[in-house]
């Protein structure tokens, strides 16, 4: 089995409508192991910093403001073929155009509050796991 790890975000609209929990027990029911794991507030130039690459699309402030506004939780999940897996059990980045059964479909609200991140290549997987969490938090 060739295991593989993703980043994940539970996003602050899904902190607070206190769907954490039954997302995580989705992920780890679809085979998902939560590696590492931490809760923090981002700072407006953390949040900048991690979607830089959306910096000239129209919704980048939103987005920044979004992601700023309350708690977020982030996890590194490993499973085979962890990125294009997660994607797929994370669905559409609009949840109402999302497959039913998918984590947007059934914990997003629209195309910006769509409840979590996963990263969409196993290159951007590596920036992102090391832009959270350090080498010691991931022995384990
Ligand atoms: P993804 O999260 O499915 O990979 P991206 O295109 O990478 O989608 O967009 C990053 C995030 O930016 C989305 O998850 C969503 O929160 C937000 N976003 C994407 N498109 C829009 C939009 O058209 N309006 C508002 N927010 C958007
Ligand atoms: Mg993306």
């Given at each position: 089995?060739?295991?593989?790890?993703?980043?994940?975000?539970?996003?602050?609209d899904?902190?607070?409508?206190?769907?954490?929990?039954?997302?995580?027990?989705?992920?780890?029911?679809?085979?998902?192991?939560?590696?590492?794991?931490?809760?923090?507030?981002?700072?407006?130039?953390?949040?900048?910093?991690?979607?830089?690459?959306?910096?000239?699309?129209?919704?980048?402030?939103e987005?920044?403001?979004?992601?700023?506004?309350?708690?977020?939780?982030?996890?590194?999940?490993?499973?085979?073929?962890?990125?294009?897996?997660?994607?797929?059990?994370?669905?559409?980045?609009?949840?109402?155009?999302?497959?039913?059964?998918?984590?947007?479909?059934?914990?997003?609200?629209n195309?910006?509050?769509?409840?979590?991140?996963?990263?969409?290549?196993?290159?951007?997987?590596?920036?992102?796991?090391?832009?959270?969490?350090?080498?010691?938090?991931?022995?384990?």
């Open positions: 089995m060739d295991l593989k790890k993703t980043l994940s975000i539970i996003k602050p899904a902190i607070a409508s206190k769907c954490q929990g039954k997302i995580l027990d989705y992920l780890e029911n679809k085979g998902f192991k939560v590696i590492a794991q931490k809760k923090l507030k981002l700072t407006r130039k953390q949040a900048e910093a991690f979607y830089e690459i959306h910096k000239d699309r129209p919704f980048f402030s987005l920044v403001d979004f992601m700023i506004s309350d708690n977020i939780s982030v996890q590194v999940l490993e499973a085979e073929n962890a990125v294009s897996y997660y994607r797929e059990v994370m669905g559409n980045t609009d949840p109402e155009k999302a497959e039913e059964n998918t984590i947007r479909k059934l914990y997003g609200s195309i910006q509050c769509n409840a979590v991140h996963g990263s969409d290549s196993e290159e951007n997987a590596e920036k992102e796991i090391s832009f959270f969490f350090n080498k010691i938090e991931l022995i384990n």
